[in-house]
T-cell receptor
Framework: KAGVTQTPRYLIKTRGQQVTLSCSPISGHRSVSWYQQTPGQGLQFLFE???????NKGNFPGRFSGRQFSNSRSEMNVSTLELGDSALYLC??????????????FGNGTRLTVT | AQSVAQPEDQVNVAEGNPLTVKCTYS??????LFWYVQYPNRGLQFLLKYITGDNLVKGSYGFEAEFNKSQTSFHLKKPSALVSDSALYFC????????????FGQGTELSVKP
């Protein structure tokens, strides 16, 4: 069974630009969550989607947005990039929504560097 | 809000010795606890979870965790460490007060020396 696939693996952008990250969940998984990982802040929750609906959102500015498609694939967009947005962005999928307590299965992440 | 704390930034163990990575939690209601491992330049891998039932939970790669309600702890253990166990370990808790999102600890770097 294929795991969670995130593309691209690495990305270099300039301040002020925007970026779109993609995530393909494990087949059959309907929930997708996004996390930002930085050395200083650790793992911070961005948002969770289930059946194309945003179920939960973390404490990030509106520049961070996401969506989920009918095939459960998800994209995350960051507009007007800032230096502090440099991080590893991790996508995770699970079978049900968070109420199922099923574990999250993570992709290998997209490493975003903002210069 | 629910939270987990990992009091040790780094744990050093000799190969073949038992290892423990500590985690304490603060929750209202029943805790739903998880352990994940992260290898360099990779995502997190699920090791084990505690939802209810036996206090000793067995997981992947020979790891187990002991849930202790009175001490609000969920320590990760392995009887005999391997060099390949060297990685970053995260404890996490489901926060049902905030929609069920998974809240992670800051992580503990485990180093196993030959």
């Amino acid at each position: 069974k294929a795991g969670v696939t995130q593309t691209p693996r690495y990305l270099i952008k300039t301040r002020g630009q925007q970026v779109t990250l993609s995530c393909s969940p494990i087949s059959g998984h309907r929930s997708v969550s996004w996390y930002q990982q930085t050395p200083g802040q650790g793992l911070q929750f961005l948002f969770e989607y289930f059946s194309e609906t945003q179920r939960n959102k973390g404490n990030f500015p509106g520049r961070f947005s996401g969506r989920q498609f009918s095939n459960s694939r998800s994209e995350m967009n960051v507009s007007t990039l800032e230096l502090g947005d440099s991080a590893l962005y991790l996508c995770a999928s699970s079978f049900g929504d968070s109420s199922y307590n099923s574990p999250l299965h993570f992709g290998n992440g997209t490493r975003l560097t903002v210069t | 809000a629910q939270s987990v704390a990992q009091p040790e930034d780094q744990v050093n163990v000799a190969e073949g010795n038992p290892l423990t990575v500590k985690c304490t939690y603060s929750v209202s209601g029943n805790p739903y606890l998880f352990w994940y491992v992260q290898y360099p330049n990779r995502g997190l891998q699920f090791l084990l979870k505690y939802i209810t039932g036996d206090n000793l939970v067995k997981g992947s790669y020979g790891f187990e965790a002991e849930f202790n309600k009175s001490q609000t702890s969920f320590h990760l253990k392995k009887p005999s460490a391997l060099v390949s166990d060297s990685a970053l370990y995260f404890c996490a808790v489901r926060d049902y007060n905030q929609g069920g999102k998974l809240i992670f600890g800051q992580g503990t770097e485990l180093s196993v020396k030959p």
